[in-house]
């Protein structure tokens, strides 16, 4: 048997769907930024609970406009150091400085006594990336704190669809917030993103951004420092698709996940990461933790080659503060690559007790963390396999 590490679900009825939409446009002529992207932006901001929803091409840049928006320019923004690279690009390309802040070994996410040390005069604002689908029960507090300082709050929920704290959706809590569709999503559009809000101003604004920055669809007068954000017709289309099943995907990695808890609880060696209680996760990712003596690069080779079981991608591997792109640009302390690092703004990150790294936690889960496969199509199973190829696999390795 092979497994792979994720699977895209297209059922039979909603390729024929699709087909026939896209066949629409095509005939029709309107391609981009027409009745299908609408819709979409309606029918994702009703099932997020949002105000108002804003679709472009990508988690990327609906990152990026909302940090045009929010005004980071010249100003620092906390973000965790465990996210992928497209969080803190698109703080650096919307002109802000990043501030890298260690994580919570319980959720993966910012770890809120980390943030309050990591605030400078000069903060504007946190994003907080609800890593693999959860969302950390500090959530609330974080807000709560930021508005009193007058910080805004950011949700990358790239992971998040469908994910709840206390009932409450992912991408409702901070000021605005981002959704990817790429492939590996819980729902895909093939490409594409969007941007919720309950604040109008936002809103506004991210419509000049997404087009060019211009002031009307029909004018050629560019009031802001926009770019090509649009997302395409096709693309809508393929994301509508996909929203109607979001409930389903959900219930179906669920199936999965409860199956590998049952399964794993006593397995030496390999701790899977318990949800928080009032968090519903969608499960874009199924997190263990290794023991520190296992080897995970072996591991997953072991898998791969000897049992046709493909890991899914770390979340992640190697921190952001490791990175060296960020090294160069973010002022982190001692530089991997053997070049000074120094930001251009704000002051050099203080290490940690004793002269350590900042980041302690997030490097030590980034550095023994792994993701089972998991996805809308899987079966039990795939599962039962995974889980005796992980038994043996791990067994081997000791
Ligand atoms: C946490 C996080 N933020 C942002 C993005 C960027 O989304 P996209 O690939 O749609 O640009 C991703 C996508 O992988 C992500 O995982």
Redesign the pocket.
Known sequence: MRVPPAQVYFADTDRQEILSRMDEVLSTGQLTLGKYGRELEEQFCRRVGSRYAVAVN??????EIAMRVLGVEGKDVLVPTN??F??PA?VLHAGGNVRFVDVDPDTFAMDFDALRRAVTPNTVGVIV?H?AGIITPRLTDICDWCHERGLFVFE?A??AHGSALNGQPAGTFGDAA?F???P??VITAA???MIVTDLKHIRDEALLYRDQGKASFTTNVHTRLGYNWRLSEPHAIIGLSQLKRLDEFIAARRAIARFYDERLRDLPGVTPLPIPVNCRSNYYKYICLLAPHINRAALKQTLRERYGVGLSGE?YELPCHQQPVFQQLCGLPPPLLGKEGGSRHSPPYQGGAGGGSPFPVAEDICRRHICLPISARMTVKEAAYVVDALLEAVASSQ
Not at 58 to 63: K, Q
């Open positions: 990508s988690g990327t840049s609906a990152i996210t992928f497209a969080t698109a990336v890593i990358d790239a992971h981002s990817s569709f790429y590996t999503k490409e594409g993103g979340v």
